[in-house]
């Protein structure tokens, strides 16, 4: 396996663990109904249906977090891929 | 023996030492004195023998046989404890056994794929939510696994491990059901009939009950309503890395594009490990995994999913109901895969980059497991019975009787439980014959239970709801006490207050406590705890064990003589 290949997927391994450190569980949230077997939290899909309404014009929605993770998990991709091809051309 | 001899047993026996570890890291405040409730988890302080065992209802036999071992330890160190027990010890057994699919291999890969099977997502997420038997069968499935996917090899291993899992219930039938079709026909049909053989003596406990209940009860109506969670673009990665469960609420671990990220990785990881696989069950293991996969992701997938419900929605479909149950046959091997994987890539590297492959199935697993450690989220914080529950018990027990359990919800939200959705505790708190409702509430008015006397009880329930009495009609199904918890809409049965029939016994914060006045012309009639259907299970639990006593004795015979399966040549 090509080393760009391999490197570039470790930096990516990095982003997801980042991604999946910041995600939150479910949050937990009463529909109000208080008995029976099925789900008592709002499902994330419609939390995140639901956010638009309140955000537009603002910077802090969960969309914005997901920017803000997202590009700093590609910092970590670019700066660990060049730190791992720095430090492997110093080793003869 | 000295403090140097015990550590060196533990350092040979690292595997149970660090799979108890965490096993206590999960389970973590639970471990304190209490019960737990948290939605099918429900550990009151003795635990009844499950009705279904014999087959005569009125639960289908779902907690079937294990759950007569679970009943009877109850009795001795309690309901809790025995249920942390086994918790711990259900993921000690899965790390263990897990780590020695890979007992070539150096520690820390061995380590990466305990962790990856063990504290996966799937297996917290099990654990939060109380699904023993799933728990059993998951910690017998590595174990398992290389003697089930060569059964022609050695029969009596595979029928050994067979009823190991087959003990588990359905959940651990499933599995081994399925290990020995894909060893069959990888074998290309040699010694068929004693693989049939093995297959259906090893699973005669669990399937001979469902068969005498299916048989004998018309009344079931099984609900729906359990698909696998896979929408969205990334919803296939993220079944790989554990998640899915229908209840996303109850999923252990944050769903997003992250999640599905570290999937990738590790399918990725696996394609790469897969061929380091031990030689003897790799390439079968691998259709297994993927066999597994597939049934797990059927019910959710759109065009899939349809064909899927009707293959389930009755018969012997319904043990697979709910499909995310086989994704243990995927990652049982995308465990040690995965941290093969790691290795693997690590041999092409610089020094740095090879301790980076090599640690990263193990910090993935990491990654995943850590909103679940330590008491699952507060799933399993332990929880103190109020007072009152104790003297409504007392007094059920000093003139026992059938009991209806109010508010007439299976499932409802406990207050001191955190508020947490549970099973309705009463019929385990009380035990004896508790009638409850068993409509999930899915939307299909659904009866789970086969008990002619639900439809006649929730009858009686609406006359409460609607003010009027409802002691005569229980007084002719031989009821005897009514206790209504103090919990949901248990303020709206009127009924209870002006019916002159009832007799308010216990009335405490917690519960109520009424006792049926007139039962002279009732008796207890159309009771489902009776009847034929003892006899041939029990002929078919005397069979399995028996066939079991008898391959365990040949198996200790040639112990010495096949210390692993991979040294079975391939014929």
Known sequence: ?92 | MTPTDLLSRARLRWEWVCGVALGIAVVGPGLAPGGLLSLDLVATPTIPVPSGIWGVGPDLPRRVPYGVVVAWLSHVIGGPLTIKLLVVVCIAAAFAGAANLLREEPIVTRAAAGLLYGVSPFTLTRVGVGHIGLLLGMAALPWALPWLLRPADQPARALRWATALGLAGFAGGVFALALLVVGLIADRGRRGVATAGIAVVSQLPWVVPALVVAATSGSVRPASGFATRVGGATGLLQLASGHGFWRASSQVGGVGIGTAILGLALVALAVVGARKLPHAWARRATIAAAVGFVVAAASGVPGLDTLYRSLTANGPGLVVRESQRALPLFLVWLAPAAALGGRQLARQATRLEAALYVATPAVIAGVLAVPGLWGVGGRLDPVQFPDGWSRARAAVTSHPGTVVALPWHEYLDIGFAGGRRVLNPLPDYLGGDVITSSDPELGGSDQERADPREARVQAVVADLHAGRPGSPELARLGVRWIALLHEVDWADYPGLAVDQGLVATVRTPSIDLYEVRDRSYGKPSNSPRRGWPAVPVLVADLVTIVAWAVVSGRCRATHRHVPSLSAVKRR
């Open chain 1, 1 to 92: 396996m090509g080393r760009l290949v391999r490197i570039v997927m470790l930096g990516v391994v990095a982003v997801g663990l980042m991604l999946a450190l910041t995600t939150s569980a479910s949050s937990g949230k009463t529909l109000g109904q208080a008995s029976g077997y099925g789900d008592d939290t709002i499902p994330p899909s419609q939390i995140e249906t639901a956010t638009p309404a309140n955000s537009t014009g603002t910077s802090g929605s969960g969309g914005g977090h997901a920017t803000l993770i997202f590009g700093l998990g590609l910092v970590v991709v670019v700066l660990g891929g060049a730190g791992a091809y720095a430090y492997s051309r110093t080793r003869p």
